[in-house]
């Protein structure tokens, strides 16, 4: 079993910049599939981006191509969400994901995932 707590969220001016993360505690963080998704008032959660088990693989959402990075580090047990150029439609809380697995593509369906965080809030501003 893993936890997992977000971090990095805040009020940010649209066209700015912030840097969520993800720490995982738990055996075998490398041998889970990360993903992050988001949740706006009144709106289903989203998908935003993953990585794979191994960091070969990654997936973004249309919306977020281009402006978003995602990355882990294996030794701190962390994934991140580098987020530039930050729009006012980026406002939600975002949610971190695991699911255990060794297929070395990414997951981008919310039930697909084991674990999830407590979600963290990103607020842009016009």
């Known amino acids: 079993q893993v936890q997992l707590v977000e971090s990095g969220g805040g009020l940010v001016q649209a066209g700015g910049s912030l840097r969520l993360s993800c720490a995982a505690s738990?055996?075998?963080?490398?041998?889970?599939?990360m993903g992050w998704f988001r949740q706006a008032p009144g709106k289903e959660r989203e998908f935003v981006s993953a990585?794979?088990?191994?960091?070969?693989?990654?997936s973004y959402a249309d919306s977020v191509k281009g402006r978003f990075t995602i990355s882990r580090d294996s030794a701190k047990n962390t994934v991140y969400l580098q987020m530039n150029s930050l729009r006012p439609e980026d406002t939600a809380v975002y949610y971190c994901?695991?699911?255990?697995?060794?297929?070395?593509?990414?997951?981008?369906?919310?039930?697909?995932?084991?674990?999830w965080g407590q979600g963290t809030q990103v607020t842009v501003s016009s």
């Open positions: 738990g055996r075998a963080f490398s041998s889970y599939a």
């Open positions: 990585i794979s088990w191994s960091g070969g693989s990654t």
């Open positions: 994901a695991a699911k255990s697995t060794y297929y070395r593509g990414t997951y981008t369906r919310v039930r697909e995932y084991d674990y």
